[in-house]
């Protein structure tokens, strides 16, 4: 696979897609710390898949650049 090379524009819109989904994930695993007292074992898997499903995220978003 080839390095196809990126306009600064697309390596700004790539940064602030990844920088949205840090955030959000950030959020969702910051709600789940305020379950742990429910149940920290299921909060603490939801945080778990959030992080992976951020990691993919990411992976996606970076892709081809």
């Known amino acids: 696979q080839f390095n ?3 306009t600064s524009a697309d390596a700004l819109a ?3 897609t990844v920088h949205d989904i840090k955030r ?10 305020g379950l742990k007292s429910k149940d920290g074992r299921l909060a603490a898997l939801a ?3 959030y ?7 990411v992976k996606a978003a970076t892709t081809g650049i």
């Open 4 to 6: 196809i090379p990126v």
């Open 14 to 16: 790539v940064s602030d």
């Open 24 to 33: 959000k994930t950030a959020e969702l695993i910051n709600l789940c710390e």
């Open 47 to 49: 945080q778990t898949a």
């Open 51 to 57: 992080e992976e499903a951020a990691m993919w995220a």
